[in-house]
């Protein structure tokens, strides 16, 4: 846990958040300003702040992360299918520096960059 992590407080439960899943590796809640129907963001519980620090001893934990996603999403009754985000960095417009993706669905996603 990171001293000042707004994510590593709620995955500590001194923040409360509406959990979605939990499991060794993976903690997921509703996000608070949710931009779809579904809208929960999945994060490993170890501290990596943002994509960038993705390397190869802790990228199974993102692994992790996309089999927890896809369990969600079935959870959630996606079944037409979702889009999955992560914003790295000040470009990338990170506000959070805990590595999370956001999951998103429940309706028809309209808006693409790519
Ligand atoms: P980012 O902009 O870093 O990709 O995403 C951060 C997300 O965290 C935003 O979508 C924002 O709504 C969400 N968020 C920020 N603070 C809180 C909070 O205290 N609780 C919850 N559940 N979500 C939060
Ligand atoms: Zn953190």
Redesign the pocket.
């Known amino acids: 846990m990171k001293n000042n992590c ?2 590593c407080a ?1 995955i500590a439960g001194e ?1 409360p ?2 959990k979605v899943y939990e499991d060794e590796n993976v903690f997921a ?7 779809a129907p579904v ?1 929960v ?1 999945v994060l490993p519980k170890k501290h990596i702040a943002c994509a960038d620090e993705i390397d190869a001893g802790n990228a199974a934990l993102v692994g992790n992360c996309f089999e927890a996603i896809a369990k969600i999403a079935r959870a959630e009754g996606l079944k037409s299918g979702y889009r999955v ?3 790295c960095g000040e470009d ?6 805990h590595l ?1 993706f ?1 999951l998103i669905g429940g309706r028809k996603l309209g808006e693409k960059i790519i």
Do not use: A, E
């Open positions: 707004l994510f709620i923040i958040s509406t809640f509703r996000d608070i300003n949710p931009q809208h963001l985000i992560n914003n990338g417009g990170q506000s959070v520096m999370h956001h």
